[in-house]
């Protein structure tokens, strides 16, 4: 495998899904990790170069959207506060259940993504099959861990973490039991560098709080989650065998996907995000509360945008195809990605007052991201290799994380002393 063009590749689909979410840190939950996990499915589908994947653009970007959506039920603030501790347990705690919930990001959205990607009329996918399998993993394990057993990682908040590793336990089954191999080295690559960037991301919050240098730390964790678990994801991808799909997709299959992706996960950040109380507790805090006319226009004008999009999308990748069966060029996924992308960052300008004030000078660096993306986007062209399923050595890669992760607890604990935020799980 020619080793350069990977690391391109790699970058891109890293700086993809990095932006995406950090972005996705002024939304959270379910839909703000849904519209970052679709792009970074969508880059993926790029950089890949290959056509016939290309008809199927809605359906893997509504699948990436779903599996690292879920993700988005697991809480993780008071996780986040052990690793600003001061001893090392609570801080190597923290990290390793920060490695766990990344972790469970990664693999469930990178599964999912893998699966769409193999789907085939010759190999079909039982989708309708793997909900059913993993709503039955989420509830006996749930009750299992948290219910019988009281094994819970973040008292007093959510333990739905639970309820995700079970997700991703049935996931695991079916994909091995129907030899969806290629999807399941997706999932565990993606898995791998969701764990490792959110417990890593988390100290470099940690040192940058320490530096005292003025700057959104949080959104450097965020950043690293999405930048490894979308590099992750990529490098599953590419060091997997992938049969050979068909180059074009049923018209009649491609309407709920574009809806989804395009329309509804959109209208339900916004609906979610842009609150009145909300936009104006944000546009407060740069003196600009109080201007009711500006505090509508942002609402609307997000609206609008969402709507706006939406409408071109569904009329440009569906109406306007006239035939019974619809291919897509590389130029036409390429322009909804940075058009969706350039859309989730405007909302994100919009949320945060930054068209207004620079208070928040991180969203300008989306900006910069953006423009980064597309430039080097064109230059990627991966050589795919199988790389096989080696437990051991997958194994071997989770040891030196943990291992790493108690390097990086012992700088931490003998960097700094309390900080604001600090949670201890032992006492």
């Known amino acids: 495998m020619n080793a350069k063009a990977l690391s391109y590749s790699l970058l891109v689909a890293g700086l993809s899904m990095g932006t995406a979410w950090a972005i996705r840190g002024q939304f959270g939950h379910e839909h703000g990790a849904a519209w970052a996990g679709g792009i970074g499915a969508l880059s993926v589908l790029l950089v ?29 603030g008071v996780v986040v506060g052990y690793g600003r501790g001061t001893d090392f347990v609570n801080v190597y705690y923290g990290l390793m259940m920060l ?20 789907d085939s009329s010759q190999k079909p996918v039982r989708w309708h099959q793997i909900l059913v399998e993993m709503l039955a993993g989420a509830v006996v394990i749930y009750f299992l861990f948290i219910e019988q057993w009281g094994w819970l990682m973040t008292p007093p908040r959510s333990e739905m973490w639970a309820a995700c590793l079970g997700m991703a ?6 994909m091995y ?23 890593f991301g988390n100290f470099l919050q940690v040192m940058g709080n320490v530096s005292g240098i003025s700057f959104n730390f949080w959104n450097v964790m965020e950043y690293s989650l999405g930048f490894f678990g979308g590099a992750g ?9 992938w049969e050979p799909v068909e180059d074009r997709s049923p018209k009649r299959g491609i309407w709920f996907p574009l809806l989804m992706v395009a329309l509804v996960i959109p209208l339900v950040v916004w609906e979610q995000s842009f609150g009145l109380k909300r936009v104006i507790d944000k546009y407060d805090k740069v003196g600009a509360g109080d201007d009711l006319g500006l505090i509508w226009s942002v609402r609307l004008g997000a609206l609008a945008a969402v709507l706006a999009t939406g409408g071109v999308w569904f009329i440009r990748y569906y109406w306007n195809k006239t035939t019974e069966w619809v291919r897509y060029e590389y130029n036409e996924v390429r322009t909804f990605f940075l058009v969706h992308l350039g859309l989730y960052t405007a909302l994100s300008l919009l949320i945060t007052g930054a068209i207004i004030s620079t208070h928040r000078i991180e969203q300008y660096l989306y900006l910069v991201n953006l423009v980064v993306i597309a ?21 071997m890669g989770v040891a030196l994380v943990l291992i790493f992760m108690a390097l990086i607890t012992l700088v931490a604990i ?14």
């Open 375 to 395: 430039l080097l986007m064109g230059r990627t062209k991966p050589d795919f290799s199988q790389r096989g399923l080696y437990a051991g050595r997958w194994a």
């Open 48 to 76: 890949a170069k290959r056509a016939d994947w290309y008809a199927r653009m809605f359906q893997v970007a509504l699948a990436g959207a779903v599996g690292w959506g879920i993700g988005g039920i697991m809480s993780y």
């Open 177 to 199: 039991r129907t030899e969806q191999y290629s999807a399941l080295r997706v999932a565990v690559f993606a898995g791998l560098g969701g764990g490792f960037g959110f417990a």
């Open 233 to 241: 994801m990529a490098y599953g991808t590419f060091t997997s065998s």
């Open 414 to 427: 003998n960097s700094h002393g309390e900080l604001g935020g600090m949670n201890r799980r032992f006492e």
């Open 99 to 118: 490695f766990v919930i990344g972790g469970l990001y990664g693999f469930i959205g990178g599964g999912l993504f893998g699966l769409a990607l193999a």
């Open 169 to 174: 336990l049935a996931l695991t089954w079916f």
